[in-house]
């Protein structure tokens, strides 16, 4: 069964510094685009960042140049860290991978999501 588990959430100071990763396991033929959303209370669910698998890369306008997202193919991986955070940025964040898990099947799978707060 796929899975993908987010790890390095928690609770930082305004200007501080966080890494996300997120690691996927399972039966996998082939991860194509990897990427971090992010869901504050009241909030829907928006983009923070994607990642092809060849390393080309979007960012949402509000984190860029602050955030930076990252992956490992060989260890299907994907990483975000976060620089210069700000209360704004307190959410759960959510990774998502579409995965081929054979060479005919392909679907779009979520972490759990991890929980980020920037507080003074």
């Known amino acids: 069964q796929l899975q993908l588990v987010e790890s390095g959430g928690g609770l930082v100071q305004i200007g501080g510094s966080l890494r996300l990763s997120c690691a996927t396991s399972?039966?996998?033929?082939?991860?194509?685009?990897m990427g971090w959303y992010r869901q504050a209370p009241g909030k829907q669910r928006e983009l923070v960042a994607v990642?092809?698998?060849?390393?080309?890369?979007n960012y949402a306008d509000s984190v860029k140049g602050r955030f930076t997202i990252s992956r490992d193919n060989a260890k299907n991986t994907v990483y975000l860290q976060m620089n210069s955070l700000k209360p704004e940025d307190t959410a759960a964040y959510y990774c998502?991978?579409?995965?081929?898990?054979?060479?005919?099947?392909?679907?779009?799978?979520w972490g759990q999501g991890i929980q980020v707060t920037v507080s003074s």
């Open positions: 998502n991978a579409n995965i081929m898990s054979t060479i005919w099947l392909r679907d779009d799978y």
């Open positions: 399972g039966s996998i033929f082939s991860i194509n685009d």
């Open positions: 990642i092809s698998r060849g390393g080309r890369i």
